[in-house]
């Protein structure tokens, strides 16, 4: 069973920087599809960004170019750094893994296992 648990939430200013961490227990990184998903207010998840076991890379149009996913296997962990934040980009963030190695999909259904999620705010 692989448990997540994210870290690195908190609230910056339109212009700051973050980079949120997902922990990953009971699997091993490279084994491992991951992605992050944020949720806003009364709708569904998104899939901001996801990373395949191979370190191929998917990102939301919305945040191409200001963050990027990555696995530090030295920290056992994957990140999410985030540059350029904008009130929009204030949600809660979700780290999501699967145990296929295939493909990069883009459906919160698609990952089996889920962190708590972490808080986001940007202010203007």
């Known amino acids: 069973q692989v448990q997540l648990a994210e870290s690195g939430g908190g609230l910056v200013q339109a212009g700051d920087s973050l980079r949120l961490s997902c922990a990953a227990s009971g699997g091993t990184l490279n084994s491992l599809g991951m992605a992050w998903f944020r949720q806003f207010p009364g709708k569904e998840r998104e899939i901001v960004a996801a990373?395949?076991?191979?370190?191929?890379?998917y990102y939301a149009d919305s945040v191409k170019g200001r963050f990027t996913i990555g696995k530090d296997y030295a920290k056992k962990t994957m990140y999410l750094q985030m540059n350029s934040l904008k009130p929009e980009d204030t949600a809660v963030y979700y780290c999501a893994a699967r145990q296929s190695r295939f493909g990069i999909p883009v459906a919160p259904r698609a990952y089996e296992f889920w962190g708590q999620g972490t808080q986001v705010t940007v202010s203007s």
């Open positions: 990373i395949n076991w191979s370190v191929s890379t």
